[in-house]
């Protein structure tokens, strides 16, 4: 996966904005004012792709059981969250099913309110 397949895929979902809150090179995308994937763009010139990405608790201990290359996320909560290495053992099709998990979990958590205006 390129950096431009996986910006557009997130960007393809409903509702979805992309930010910079961090600093000028850790991109984020939300949903509702509601991170669900970040990655930094500086680790994708190095050719060092990963992508931070919310998932259910009982399965992120799965997916880090099964894969090498999907860790508890860096500097997020480790619970919560995985950090998943691109271009590494993880296909991309699971890639982009996880950032629809991701999109998923945080579209359910907004207000019903929230939901209808996206």
Known sequence: ??????YEYCLSKKGVTEH???DEETLVFKVGGKMFALSSLMQWEKGEPSVNLKCDPDRAQELRAQYDDIKPGFHM????WNTIAINKSVPDLLIKELI???YDLVHKSLTKKTQLEL
């Open 77 to 80: 909560s480790k619970i919560h």
């Open 1 to 6: 996966m390129n950096l431009e397949t996986y």
């Open 20 to 22: 910079f809150p961090f």
């Open 100 to 102: 629809d998990h991701s």
